[in-house]
């Protein structure tokens, strides 16, 4: 079935260093993508999204890149704060009704 | 402009007892869901709104059932709650062609 899924459960950075956190995709067909920052406690929070006929996008010290070829997708935050820690997940598809979810990748930010 | 609500936020139900979780958004979308979130998993799609006076089944609908009372607000009702709908409500809206902004969530535990 499609999937959404993501390489790496946890991730540790530096702070003041670059995060880059992965995603892979199955469904060729998906033309949408999101990613969500999900604190402890808390719902998903819209960090940034990108359409397939992107390559890149950006937004405040965030870049999603898209590569349709391989299918995968990543987040990259620029120089990591402390409050970047938190789960980070990416979601897919062509209909956000029709959205597949990764489980996600946590990023721990040490300072 | 709080984005999306909802109430309560924890519950605690025996088993067989009912239960309904309120959403509402002031962002104007036309489109409501209904998610839950189980520890380990990425996030799976209860019921959604396309619009007022439309509802529609997702991945996982079964011993659930919505109502969109009108544009702002779309509720989730348990008639008869199992221990195996234990897990994490968000609720969230979008525009037609847009992604999903969700709500601070609801903890719902069934003994």
């Known amino acids: 079935g499609e999937s959404v899924g993501l390489h790496l459960p946890t991730l540790s950075v530096q702070e003041g260093d670059n995060s880059i956190i992965n995603c892979a995709y199955s469904?060729?067909?998906?033309?949408?993508f999101i990613w969500y920052k999900q604190e402890s406690g808390k719902g998903p929070q819209f960090i940034i999204d990108i359409r397939s006929n992107m390559d890149k996008r950006q937004g405040q010290r965030v870049t999603v890149l898209l590569n349709k070829t391989v299918k995968h997708l990543s987040l990259q935050i620029a120089a990591t704060q402390p409050g970047d820690s938190a789960v980070y997940f990416c979601a897919g598809g062509n209909n956000f009704n029709k959205f597949y979810f990764g489980s996600g990748t946590k990023l721990n930010v040490k300072p | 402009n709080a984005g999306v609500t909802q109430t309560p936020k924890f519950q605690v139900l025996k088993t067989g007892q009912s239960m309904t979780l309120q959403c509402a958004q002031d962002?104007?979308?036309?489109?409501m869901y209904w998610y839950r979130q189980d520890p380990g998993m990425g996030l799976r799609l209860i019921y959604y709104s396309a619009s007022e006076g439309t509802t529609d089944k997702g991945e996982v609908p079964n011993g659930y059932n919505v109502s969109r009372l009108n544009k702002r607000e779309f509720s989730l009702r348990l008639e008869s709650a199992a221990p195996s709908q234990t897990s994490v409500y968000f609720c969230?809206?979008?525009?037609?062609?847009?992604?999903?902004?969700f709500g601070p969530g609801t903890r719902l535990t069934v003994l």
């Open positions: 469904n060729s067909a998906s033309d949408y």
């Open positions: 969230a809206s979008s525009a037609s062609s847009g992604g999903g902004f």
């Open positions: 962002m104007n979308h036309n489109s």
